[in-house]
């Protein structure tokens, strides 16, 4: 009786508790991977540190159902990144985690001989680890936070004092570190940021831009966009517009196309089958009905196999998971206007596979195709078994002195402070999807191998001096629209998230600021903690 007591009294005294400032020498706002990764170096630096999270999961994307890590070349990877890599595969040469047979397309290539670590895995078990790896240097974490915005961001200066979240809590700190997708700490410090494609004239470059006549994800039969095919006069069909969609290399508001990455399953014990959405529209999957019925379909050929047979399903073809055109107020929206557009996704997306299981005018084998897999039941059990993260692919993109481009995936141009290495290539998803000729095509799509890693620079994670000086962003960095395409890669960020923190602890000892550390030292700290920089 007297515990359910002091609960209770705890229960009204908590709002009038978390009203107090909490003060740390590091906070790091976003629990992602990358968060994740500067909040353990942080900590064995010996340096207090803080875990805000606006949700309730860690590991962001990595436990949000991109278990088939996008990488490039692996030996890029070191430090704590790589050491959640090699906890990967500990875990699953435990012969009990295997639950069921091996699927026959399971990719144990990942994982090429000698390699120490391996690169699939289930979102749960992604969690754990990381969730293991923050108790075990006993990082604290808030969830359920959100800065407030616009006004959360309490400045000396060019100096981060504090922020406030929307319960009223405020926390201090020598040194904030932005770890979310979207950059909300970097825009309400004040920092410059790009949002969209930049003209390819701004770096010099040929694959920013509107890309016209690219061939990837892209309609190969013709496919009527009009409501009533062959009347232009009828309307278009949901997702697509009737306008220019701009010309070759020309900048633009647009955004690369959003989806979740589903974890799937075709075991029948372990799979729920696809639920019909709330305001499911079919008129919102007649084009890829068209397409399919003009001979195309491979909207779902891209599902990497996972252990204990289940995927990571991502966008394949014309039409697809990604919902395209329908994020540009993402990145800049405030939280009513985010919400929206995320549950817009999971509608479009749910409602997909709904579609493609039970509409009798989707060829039988399709059907039984879809029919195949559903959702997996041991997965993501607190959010209906979908995703608890929205693979936000690209929001806001910090502009500081130093803006990684299309020249340094080249290796036409090579930082001389890296802090990490980009290995994966020039990618981006379609952004819109227009009417040429009266057939539907996409836009936007583009896929450009880089030839070798190359050198992600320091300054490209902190903003300029005289905008913010205790702030660093690894994850919203300084890179253009293709730069940051090849950037963008859970691993990669991870490493980027311990760099930043090695700067931010740095700066706190020599009382500088994060842009006037010694970067000499930074980078011989950096190799010490088996960071891969060359």
């Known amino acids: 009786m007297m515990r359910i007591l002091w609960i209770c009294v705890g229960l009204l005294l908590s709002p009038l508790l978390a009203r107090g400032d909490e003060t740390y020498d590091v906070i790091v706002y976003g629990g992602s991977a990358g968060g ?8 064995r630096l010996g340096k207090s540190v803080l875990i805000i999270e606006p949700g309730r999961h860690l590991g962001g994307l990595t436990s949000g159902g991109l278990g088939a890590t996008d990488i490039g070349n692996k030996q890029a990877i070191g430090g704590i990144s790589r050491e959640f890599y090699q906890r990967v595969l500990k875990h699953y040469s435990q012969p009990d985690v295997w639950k069921y047979e091996k699927s026959a397309d399971y990719r144990s290539d990942r994982r090429k001989p000698g390699d ?18 923050i108790a075990e240097v006993k990082v604290p974490v808030h969830f359920g936070e959100r800065l407030e915005r616009p006004a959360g961001v309490r400045r000396e200066g060019a100096k981060i004092v504090s922020i406030k979240m929307e319960t009223g809590q405020v926390y201090a700190a020598k040194m904030f570190i932005d770890a979310s997708y979207e950059g909300d700490l970097m825009a309400g410090a004040g920092v410059t940021y790009h949002i969209g494609r930049e003209d390819n004239s701004v770096y010099g470059e040929t694959l920013n831009g509107v890309q016209l006549g690219m061939k990837g994800h892209q309609f190969n039969v013709p496919v009527d966009p009009y409501r009533t095919p062959g009347d232009t006069n009828s309307g278009v069909l949901p997702g ?13 508001h647009r955004v690369q196309a959003y989806n979740f990455r589903m974890c799937l399953t075709d075991v029948p014990e372990n799979r729920v089958p696809f639920s019909k959405p709330a305001g499911y529209d079919p008129q ?51 939280y009513a206007t985010r919400e929206k557009i995320w549950q817009d996704h999971i509608n479009y997306q749910l409602g997909l596979m709904w579609f493609l299981a039970n509409d009798t005018r989707v060829p039988e084998t399709q059907r039984n195709v879809a ?12 959010t209906d078994h979908w995703p608890h993260q929205l693979y936000v692919r690209e929001a806001r993109r910090m502009i500081s002195d130093y803006v990684m481009t299309e020249h340094n995936c080249r290796g036409r141009e090579v930082a001389s402070d890296p802090v990490g290495l980009g290995a994966y290539g020039m990618d981006s998803h379609n952004t819109q999807r227009w009417i040429k000729e009266g057939r539907a095509t996409n836009e936007g799509d583009v ?28 994850i919203c960095l300084s890179a253009s629209h293709i730069g940051f395409g090849s950037i963008r890669m859970e691993p990669v960020f991870m490493v980027l998230g311990q760099s930043a923190a090695t700067a931010a602890c740095q700066a706190i000892e020599a009382r500088q600021t994060v842009q006037a550390i010694d970067y000499a030292k930074l980078r011989e700290r950096l190799l010490a903690d088996r960071q891969v920089l060359e």
């Open 36 to 43: 994740i990764s500067a909040a353990i170096q942080t900590a």
């Open 116 to 133: 120490d670590a391996l690169w699939t895995f289930e979102p749960h078990v992604a969690e754990a680890i990381l969730r293991d790896m």
């Open 240 to 252: 697509v517009h009737d306008g220019s969609p701009g010309e070759q290399g020309q900048g633009d």
């Open 284 to 334: 919102r999957y007649e084009l890829g009905l068209r397409t399919i019925l003009a001979g195309q379909w491979d909207g779902l050929d891209l599902a990497s196999m996972m252990p204990n047979r289940k995927t990571d399903t991502n966008n394949r073809g014309p039409f697809s998971t990604d919902n395209i055109g329908m994020n540009y107020d993402y990145p800049d929206g405030d």
């Open 371 to 382: 029919n195949q897999w559903g959702l997996a039941n041991d997965e993501f059990q607190d």
């Open 447 to 474: 896929q450009v191998r880089v030839s070798k890693p190359y050198k992600i620079s320091y300054r490209s994670i902190v903003p300029k001096e005289t905008q913010c000086s205790n702030l660093l962003v690894p």
